[in-house]
Each structure stands twice: as structure tokens, then as C-alpha cells.
């Protein structure tokens, strides 16, 4: 392999940040049809990625962008190895998790709109007990900014190998116990077949009926009827979610208008978040991929993240 490999940068115009960091890595950024890998330099347009693939089948590695691939799951294959943002946001999704579950507990959305003096209300998180769904880069993060408030946390995963101040890890088919005594219920696991709409009627039953549930995974893990159901019912304490299904979420959807539901546009990560940190990962994989060294946050295409 070259000391100094070919990249290409598709689409072109997108995100001129990117060029600087792939050529920080020491390569040289080419045309596609010189490249032997290819940043992918926006979220979506799978088709477009398709198209420039196979065009360029000497393409050898693909890096995508963010942690989440499925809107690639179509064009992911075996034949090319596949990079992603894994664990890249996770310092600014974990924290805007937090935010959220803190604001839920705290009845804050309720107070933001008040024109008058009105009860105190709100539960403290500090001795409390948490769940997390998903034991990445996100979860782990978030394990970290739990540890001042003294809580009990569970994690359920797929492989449910111990973590690190988590006092209890599941495997997924055990997740209904993880979610009775729990204060707050976060989602950060990837979305895959067997996670589009798990969380629906059944597990808000089964939530305690103060518990906030706080998603900044994807929309598509909730069930939205069942959940303005559930929160129109008091079933839950409320819901704070990141990302919504659909996404955008509609003027005038009922969710807007719930007094304990808190919606944020996706905005766990931002793009000005998202410069340096992603910065940093191309240039770092560019080197390794240089030196021939395992590039980071590989993609497993049969689990689809």
C-alpha cells in the first residue's frame, strides 16, 4: 500500500471541513475514479453511494459519517470495509441525554411555560435508578456522567458482557426486568431489525408511573401512537426525546402539545459539534489506513452497525 493513499470526498461540495481532515491524515484527495477509499461526507443519499461504488469497485474502504448506518444498510457489504462515526458524538449525546432526563424529572418543561406561580413538583435523580438501552460509546459515556448522582444503573445489550460502573448488564431478552424501578429510561443502542419499534404499549406498562423515558438513539425504537397514548394516560412520567419517528416531527403533532413530553430537533449533536470530533476520527483512520493498522469504528455488515 502507498505510503500516502488516494481518497476521494463524495458528494462533491459537501462539507469542505472534510478535505482538510482527510489531507491532515497525509493522503491525497482524488476523484473517485483514482480513489482506493472514499469518505462519504453526508448522512443519507445511500443511492448516490451505491451509484459511486459501482462505478469505482476498486474502492477498498468506505467511511461513513455518522455512528447510526442505517439508511446505508442496502449498500453495506462484505466486499469493502466499512467505517462509521461509532462513539464519535458520544460526549454531546451523553450530555444532552442527561439534560433531558434531568429536565423531565424536574417538571421543567412545565414551569418554562407557566404565566403564574404555581406547586412545586419534580423527583431528584441522586440515589436513583437508571436503565440504559445500548452499551456503546453513548452509554458508556453517560455511565461516566451518572457517577456523581449515586444511581443504580442497568444496562441491556446485545452481548451482555459486565461494563464498568454499571451495577448489572442484560441481554436483550431480558429487558422487561430492566425496566420496573427504574426513575429513567434511556435509549443510545443502534436501530436494526430486531429494535424498530421494541418499545411500545408493553414496556410502558411496564415503566414506573413517575419513570421519564429520554431517546436519543432513533425514533423509529418507540412506537409513537402507544406513546401518546401512554403519556396522554399518565402511564409514564413524560418523554424527552431527541429524535422522533417521523423526523422532522409535523407542526401540530400531538406530542408538541403534551405537558410532559420535551422534543429537541435532533440536536444532540450538532454540526458544529460534529466538525472537530469528526475531524479528528477521518484523520485518524487516514493514518491508519496508511500504516495499514485496524481503522476505527468498523461496521459489521451482518449486524448492520
Known sequence: MSTRPRIAIAPAGKRPWIREAVEAGGAEVV????????????????????????????????????????????????DRLWTAGKGVYARPVAEHALMLA????RDLKRYAMARSWGEQSGISLVGGSVTIFGGGGIARELVRLLRPFDVEITVVRRHPQPLEGVDRVLPFNERYEALRGADVVFLALAL??????????????????????????????????????????????????????????????????????????????????AKPLLSERITANVRRFAAGEPLIGPVDPDLGY
Open 31 to 78: 476523484p473517485p475514479e483514482k480513489a482506493e477509499a472514499l469518505v462519504w461526507a453526508v448522512p443519507s443519499q445511500a443511492e448516490d453511494l451505491r451509484e459511486v461504488l459501482e462505478a469505482n469497485p476498486q474502492i477498498r474502504w468506505v467511511q461513513l459519517p455518522w455512528a447510526g448506518v442505517e439508511p446505508f444498510a442496502e449498500v453495506i457489504d462484505h
Open 102 to 105: 434531568l429536565a423531565g424529572l
Open 192 to 273: 436494526t431489525p430486531e429494535t424498530r419499534g421494541f418499545f411500545g404499549e408493553v414496556e410502558f406498562e411496564l415503566m414506573e408511573p413517575h419513570a421519564w423515558l429520554v431517546n436519543v438513539a432513533r425514533g423509529e425504537h418507540v412506537h409513537t401512537g402507544q406513546l401518546v397514548i401512554a403519556l396522554r394516560e399518565d402511564v409514564i412520567g413524560g418523554a424527552a426525546l431527541d429524535v422522533t419517528a417521523p423526523e422532522p416531527l409535523p407542526d401540530g403533532h400531538p406530542l408538541w402539545e403534551l405537558p410532559n413530553c420535551i422534543i429537541t430537533p435532533h440536536t444532540g449533536n450538532t454540526e458544529d459539534m
